[in-house]
């Protein structure tokens, strides 16, 4: 058998890459990457223009070490469940995020503010109307001072002196003009005032128009003698205050300055103790205090 010489010829086929055309399957996960970081560029950016410094300030409190929230459910972070807008169910949740994200201590501060504004201005009235009511107690005292030496420097008052008390009483400046016995200043049972009381009524009316505060005018009488009330005193002393009013305002004081005109007969006597003394018989003529008026804004 004859031998074959020749050797087997082996071909051998290496398979080469197919060229850098598509570099594996890298290139899609790092595209991956930078798509997502520009979706979150730009979505930082959108979310800095839509939000308010407010909102802005409560996101930097909020990662601040000292407001770190210690609740970890879904709608307890920063945005409470919420988005960026108006408040509802799919609301932007802005009032909602400057309610929870503003600091308590700006409301304690807003309402110590409040309170001292209120106190500083409660201090402010009170001390006008303090500073007022001293100038009205001056006036009183000035227009009684006053008086007192128009009856001593006039001799044809002088011995009528005796026949006017003056004094300041929680209602104002109170004079009266006060029965002696053997002076008296209206006839018995007469609502018409004698030559003497018309003379202390128009000395009483220079003080009248000094000051500006409304008159209350009273007649006043005494019990007769076995210290009983008598029911025509009631009618008697509402005349006899009346009939002082006309000579008030014969000797100018204006009508719109008395404010009561009342009889009183002998229900308030001057001397308690002795209801029946000339002396309770009386006019009494009362400057009110009014309440201080102030100024604009207080």
């Given amino acids: 058998m004859a031998v074959n010489s020749e050797q087997p010829i082996i071909i051998k086929k290496v398979k080469k890459g197919g060229g850098h055309g598509h570099h594996g399957g890298a290139w899609k996960v790092a595209y991956a990457d930078f798509v997502t970081a520009m979706m979150a560029f730009f979505l930082l950016m959108w979310l800095l223009n ?3 410094p407010e909102q802005k300030q409560g996101i930097a409190d909020y990662f601040a070490p000292a ?3 210690s609740t970890t459910s879904g709608s307890g972070g920063i945005l ?3 988005s960026l807008g108006d408040d509802g169910a799919k609301a ?3 009032l909602s995020v400057v309610q929870q994200m503003a ?3 700006q409301d304690v501060t807003k309402e110590a503010q409040s309170s001292e504004t209120a106190n500083l201005d409660s201090a402010s009235e009170q001390a006008l109307r303090d500073a007022l009511a001293k100038k009205e107690q001056d006036s009183f005292a000035s227009a009684a001072q006053s008086l007192r030496q128009s009856l001593q420097d006039m001799p044809e008052l002088a011995e009528l002196s005796k026949q006017i008390l003056i004094d300041q009483t929680p209602e104002g400046l109170r004079i009266q003009l006060v029965d002696q016995e053997g002076r008296s200043m209206f006839k018995e049972n007469s609502r018409e005032p004698n030559d003497r009381a018309r003379v202390l009524l128009r000395a009483v009316a220079k003080v009248i128009n000094q000051l ?3 008159v209350t005018i009273s007649g006043h009488t005494s019990a007769n003698a076995f210290g009983k009330k008598q029911d025509g005193d009631w009618a008697l002393s509402a005349q006899r205050a009346d009939a002082s009013r006309q000579v008030l305002r014969s000797a ?3 009508d719109d300055r008395v404010y009561q005109v009342s009889g009183k007969a002998n229900s308030e006597p001057l001397y308690a103790d002795d209801p029946t003394l000339a002396g309770n018989r009386r006019i009494s003529i009362v ?3 009014e309440k201080p008026v102030l100024p604009d804004g207080l």
């Fill in 50 to 52: 839509t939000t308010s």
């Fill in 67 to 69: 407001s770190i929230s």
């Fill in 80 to 82: 409470g469940g919420t």
């Fill in 92 to 94: 932007d949740g802005k």
């Fill in 103 to 105: 600091p308590e201590a």
């Fill in 212 to 214: 500006p505060n409304r």
């Fill in 252 to 254: 100018g004081v204006d």
């Fill in 287 to 289: 400057l009110l205090r």
